[in-house]
């Protein structure tokens, strides 16, 4: 079976700092990846996507970037967060063609 | 500008009652789906909708599509305590396949 994990499940990052959030899937090939932010209260911001290694898509321009160096590996980063980069961020992978995602556990970044 | 609104933004039911949760979306789709979140996790897959559908049922879940209308409706049936958390719609607009478009979501709290 399909499994996805993201780690870690909390940090806490001053402002200035640089970022590095991971994301795996195991039991699938060639998923399709995203980064979402969900802000409190709010729904999901799709952030980036990529439909294969190395094929990254930005929906929101920001200091974040994302990189997929391997077919099951999705990385979020960031050179200087920034106050406004709090949030929940999720994970999520779909099997091309088929439209239903399915989401990892979340990092929750508190930026002080 | 959010794809998907729902409506109501907070819901409160006693246990046993059915709970009905509604979502207008303002473009052409190719699917709607719901996704259901507990407090702090990821989201979870409910069920996927396409848009020469008009409705579906799994379990106690019964999702229905009016496309002239642009909008969709969740039902639960026989609600229950763990039936607690964050509903969200979001779509698939036609010809962004592989992205979805969140709403902000629901909150459904269920009394025992």
């Known amino acids: 079976s399909q499994t996805i994990h993201q780690w870690p499940a909390t940090l806490v990052q001053p402002v200035g700092s640089p970022l590095s959030l991971e994301c795996t899937v195991e039991g699938t090939s060639n998923p399709n990846l995203y980064w979402y932010r969900q802000a409190a209260g709010r729904g999901l911001q799709l952030l980036f996507y990529s439909v294969g290694i190395g094929q990254i898509s930005s929906e929101v321009p920001q200091n974040l970037s994302a990189s997929r160096p391997q077919d099951r590996q999705f990385i979020l980063s960031s050179k200087k967060l920034l106050l406004s980069d709090s949030g929940f961020y999720l994970c999520a992978w779909s099997v091309p063609v088929l439209e239903t995602q399915y989401f990892g556990p979340g990092t929750r970044l508190l930026v002080l | 500008s959010q794809q998907g609104e729902e409506d109501p933004q907070a819901l409160s039911i006693q246990e046993g009652e059915n709970a009905t949760m509604n979502c207008s979306y303002k473009t052409s789709i190719n699917n709607l789906q719901w996704y259901r979140q507990n407090s702090g996790r990821g989201l979870v897959h409910l069920i996927l909708i396409r848009s020469n559908e008009r409705e579906k049922h799994s379990g106690r879940l019964r999702v229905t599509l009016d496309t002239s209308k642009k909008s969709s409706s969740l039902l639960i049936t026989a609600s229950r305590a763990a039936d607690t958390a964050s509903y969200f719609c979001?779509?698939?607009?036609?010809?962004?396949?592989?992205?979805?478009?969140f709403g902000k979501g629901i909150t459904l709290s269920v009394r025992p």
């Open positions: 979001a779509t698939v607009i036609t010809g962004a396949n592989s992205k979805l478009t």
